[in-house]
């Protein structure tokens, strides 16, 4: 396999000698990515539910699994801000994946939860369906986007060969429909800082709710 897709949280964990070789972060044709390689995690509800935002500090919240920043941190972040030193009412996990989340909200298991927004993108796309009983009530901080990975093993000039075929795919005409089907305006280098950032980010949100949900 050339690449892998990875989420940037567990990539930014490994120290530099273990990672996979970052090969391109994409871009999404999505407002909220504001033409960048960041992503961000939108907070759903059952569109019946008349919670506005002023009420999200006080209602059961689901996680996927701790390993995620899409899942997990962003909507942690997000509630950090707004909690002013609480504790969530209650918070549910590992729900797993987005699909999860939104089983849990339609069975009345959580109140709200938190949906990678490309995924929710996609979602939007190709199975609009699932999310019509869902709407958004806020959407957190961005974060660098899960990123394309290659294996150290593999041959630089492979490496060097394939992150330019990403680079350069919204230059084809083929490519750029199949990443219009997917959302995509195109791929981007992907800002290693900002990966790095993550943990230090992770922490604090921890230190700020006084432990992990």
Request: proline share 8%; hydrophobic share 45%; glycine share 6%.
């Amino acid at each position: 396999m050339g690449a892998v897709f990875m989420c940037g949280f567990p990539f930014s964990k490994l120290a530099a000698t273990e990672r996979p070789v970052p090969l391109v972060a994409p871009v999404s044709l999505a407002d909220w990515a504001k033409g960048q390689p960041v992503y961000a995690s939108h907070i759903v509800a059952a569109r019946e539910k008349p919670f506005a935002e002023a009420d999200l500090a006080t209602l059961r919240w689901g996680w996927t699994v701790r390993d995620s920043q899409s899942g997990y941190n962003a909507p942690r972040e997000f509630f950090a801000e707004i909690a002013n030193g609480h504790s969530a009412h209650e918070a549910i996990g590992p729900l797993l994946n987005p699909r999860g989340v939104v089983e849990a909200i339609r069975a009345g298991a959580i109140d709200v939860g938190a949906i990678d927004a490309y995924a929710y993108q996609l979602l939007e796309l190709h199975e609009p369906d699932l999310i019509a009983p869902l709407r958004v009530i806020a959407t957190t901080r961005p974060a660098p986007f899960p990123l394309f990975v290659a294996a150290r093993q593999q041959p630089s000039e492979r490496i060097d060969a394939l992150q330019a075929a990403l680079l350069d795919a919204h230059r084809s005409p083929e490519a750029s429909d199949i990443l219009s089907s997917l959302g995509l305006a195109g791929f981007a280098k992907p800002d290693i800082a900002a990966y790095d950032r993550l943990p230090a980010r992770a922490q604090a949100i921890d230190d700020a709710l006084g432990g992990r949900w």
